[in-house]
């Protein structure tokens, strides 16, 4: 099987990008954010804030996190239910933020991604893809931007969608997050050695896409 994974901060167009190198190459594209996101739901539906201020494996004990893949689209399920909607909310985002801190949260996610990748040729995006989940990736790649730049595509996709935010609200979302998933002690956001950096800095999407179709082409 063949696997690219792709890590890089929140906002870098890692989600889009991926999907679409997927399409391209015929691959299954697996959003790990989106299992952070969930677990992040589940606790907020239980009444936390992102103190949590409880037994985590205790909540885990009691979850159940699907993923499945309708017409070739991911959908998440908790518990049973579609949240694939509800976990892109700005307090879905700081609670998977905050959950993803928590190394039995992360111990919890593990083999469902090992087992895709096992089994389908996968583009999968994340954090900690090239360092941890999949440490022999056939490809890795660390994909960047600056944060005003990252912000803003986050902005207008959430604009897009109809939520209602402003880009201060994003901005700050955005830097905190950036410090969060870089300074936490498991699993923290960096670049694997052996991963090529991509930054898209003031690229359009079409350009950074060819840019990584490209790269993935040489290499596999
Ligand atoms: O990519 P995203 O914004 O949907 O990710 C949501 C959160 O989950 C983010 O704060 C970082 C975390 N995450 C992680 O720790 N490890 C991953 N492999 C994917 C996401």
Redesign the pocket.
Known sequence: MISIAI?GP??AG??TLSRKAAEALGFIYV???????TV?LKFSKAGFDTELNCDVNEILKDTTVDIRFVGGEQRVFLDGCDVSEE??TPI???M??????KGEV?AF?LEM?RKLARENNVV??????GT??LPNATLKLFLTATAEDRAQR?YDELVAKGTKVTFKEVYDDMVQ?DY??SH?EI?P?KQAEDAVLLDTTGFEAEQSLELILKTIKESI
């Open positions: 890590d929140a906002g890692k989600s959003d790990t954010g989106a299992l952070y996101r992040g976990i892109r879905a985002s700081m998977a933020s905050a959950v993803s801190a992360r996610l991604q999968m995006d994340g954090r900690d893809i941890v989940v986050r997050r969060n998933d936490r699993a956001l």
